[in-house]
């Protein structure tokens, strides 16, 4: 923010006095930074997916290739030309940037009372507009928006997909599954972006819905075991020397993605959160505006341009239904 070019704009507005003019401006100083500072934990997208910002603001599209496969070495012999090439590659594609907007602002009475009482500008105007942006950003995260053809987490294509095996009692929900078959879901789904690709790729993330992980945290391994589910398949990568995390995600419920997706019910999905296989793509991250007089009020818009969700290496990512 600028103070400097908030005051230019608010001196220019008569309907301030030269006190009022300088204590709205610096009130909304106040308020443009508590919108930068404080945290919003219930949005997770920028905690799941690597944040880019390399775009650059000015960016109409986003071309970035999928790879399919990685490069091998191989000895050569003096003065040899023919290098074989790392960097095999499969489709190339385009992701579309586009802007975010809303908007808050205050009027001239309220201006007026917070002067004079000494209450600050209400906050929560600002705040609802920050929340309204990570609202969004978090929907494009997960789903993308296929009218502006940007890309989600759920639709990218040529992702690994697949639904779980039934247990025991012949269905696939984990509600009705035994604590050694929930655990060999679990475990299809984290190895199969390693075995889909002969060992290369490693998932290091499982994302399930938040029933599921309260189930799986609380529940023992078994009868005679005071360790849970979760603690026994976060060792056992351990173990196996695999940072590992499982993340309770609400957009992995049935019925809080849209029905346009290929799924039915309940997700799990394992991926390498490393941003060289997917980003978050915002060229412009959240910015705001020197406020606009608009009549007897001052009006602030907020901006941000977001490309949505690119992954590089689909492979690196198996999403499996039924959970």
Do not use: C
């Not at 799986?216 to 979760?230: E, G, M, Q, V």
């Not at 056992?236 to 993340?247: N, S």
């Not at 019910?265 to 412009?284: F, N, S, V, W």
Request: charge should be negative.
């Amino acid at each position: 923010m600028d103070l400097r070019k908030d005051y230019a704009q608010i001196f220019l507005d008569a309907r301030l006095d030269a006190s009022e003019q300088i204590y709205f401006a610096r009130e909304l100083e106040y308020v443009k930074a508590r919108t930068y500072d404080i945290l919003y934990p219930q949005f997770k997208q920028r905690r799941l997916f690597p944040v880019s910002f390399e775009a650059g603001p000015w960016a109409e599209t986003i071309k970035y290739d999928q790879f399919d496969s990685v490069g091998i070495a191989k000895i050569i012999s003096n003065y040899a030309t023919d290098f074989p090439r790392a960097d095999i590659k499969g489709k190339e594609f385009r992701s579309t940037v586009k802007s975010v907007g809303a908007a808050y602002g205050y009027n001239i009475q309220e201006i007026r009372a917070s002067q004079a009482t000494g209450k600050r500008l209400e906050m929560r105007r600002a705040d609802a507009a920050k929340r309204a942006h990570l609202q969004l950003e978090r929907d494009i995260a997960f789903f993308g928006d296929a009218e502006h053809d940007i890309k989600g987490f759920l639709d990218n294509p040529n992702v690994l997909t697949g639904t779980v095996p039934v247990g025991a009692s012949t269905n696939t929900e984990w509600s009705t599954k035994t604590p050694d078959e929930i655990i060999e879901d679990m475990n299809l789904v984290a190895n199969a972006p390693f075995n889909a690709t002969n060992e290369v790729e490693n998932a290091n993330t499982l994302l399930i819905p938040l029933a599921q992980w309260s189930y799986i945290a609380s529940t023992p391994r078994s009868s005679t075991s005071d360790t849970s589910i979760l603690s026994y398949f976060l060792n056992v990568r351990r173990e196996m020397g695999v940072p590992f995390e499982v993340i309770p995600v609400p957009q992995m419920k049935s019925g809080n993605y849209p029905a346009s997706l290929p799924y039915s019910g309940d997700l799990i999905i394992a991926y390498d959160r490393d941003p060289m296989k997917i980003q978050l793509e915002i060229p412009q991250d959240f910015e705001q505006t020197p406020p606009d007089r608009q009549a007897w009020d001052w009006v602030v818009s907020t901006h941000q341009r977001i490309g949505g969700v690119i992954i590089y290496y689909p492979l690196s990512v198996a999403i499996y239904d039924g959970i």
